[in-house]
């Protein structure tokens, strides 16, 4: 059963301005380390004056599986007709930070459960640096779009289809893994972070979703960032949808980026311009 979208109350525009300020949503194409340090990924653009449909190759040994190619990625992302609401694609999507998703797990509260620790701190870091598939060896691309109180980012890569399904069964396991926990910011102030299991539509070859809740401060005041995430599989290739804000996940415009954005990756995996419209998926 599809549960309904969640009601975004009102929030001081004072936060959720500071909070964004910061840095978006979520982090695309960098991962911070230890020491602060990011490492910037190269997001493949569209062979100028290619007059082809960006489509799918296959590999010289004749692989079932087809490959995407650079073009392909960017033919597959979505567009804002695909999304449900107001929404307005963003040209910085790359750049989007948020830090109330920074934080180092306290791993002395997983007591015995030290493996479940580092599995809670790779969310956390994959969420920040929109790594959550892992680094993609193949062709990627990226995009995102903004309403007036969430941000929706929106990734797909050739990861290989052994890699996608590990990466999809790992997502599974955090609910039970990452139910609750404590992480502490930089700042040395505490977050309270949340995961729960969150339905995706039937899309793709196989999907999982969560719904991760990171309760914090923003300028000295409490702040809530609730995030709904979405990853599924077509063949070898793999998308991400991240979507949330400090008033609180629009799960509709999330499930409609799962479907486009499956849809769109099938067509480009079997040679094929995705329509223009939304609609002309049915």
Known sequence: MEEAPVN???????????VLAAGPLLAAGACSDADGASDTVSISPVPEGSGTAPAAERS??????????????????????????????????????????????????????????????????GLYSDSLLGRTPGASALTGFTDPQARLL???????????????????????????????????????????????????????????????????????LTTDVAALRVGAAGATVSNGGLSGADRTSTEAAVRAGAQRLKDVLAGKTPAPNPSEFD
Do not use: H, M
Request: charged residues 25%; contains cysteine.
């Open 60 to 125: 010289p040994d004749a692989s079932p599986t087809p490959a995407l190619t650079r073009a392909g990625a960017k033919a597959a992302l979505i567009t804002s007709a695909d999304l449900e609401g107001d929404w307005t694609q963003a040209n910085d999507a790359a750049s989007w930070r948020d830090r109330l998703l920074l934080g180092k797990v306290d791993i002395a509260a997983f007591r015995k459960a030290k493996a479940a620790a580092a599995d809670c701190q790779k969310l956390l870091d």
């Open 154 to 224: 929106y990734q797909v890569g050739d990861y290989g289809q052994d890699s996608l399904t590990k990466s999809l069964d790992w997502f599974r396991t955090l609910p039970q893994k990452c139910d609750q926990f404590t992480a502490t910011g930089s700042d040395g102030g505490k977050r309270t972070v949340q995961v729960v299991a969150a339905p995706v539509p039937t899309a793709g070859d196989d999907r999982a979703g969560l719904t991760v809740t990171v309760k914090g401060t923003a300028d000295g005041q409490p702040a809530t």
């Open 8 to 18: 975004r109350p009102s929030r001081p525009v004072r936060v959720l301005a500071s």
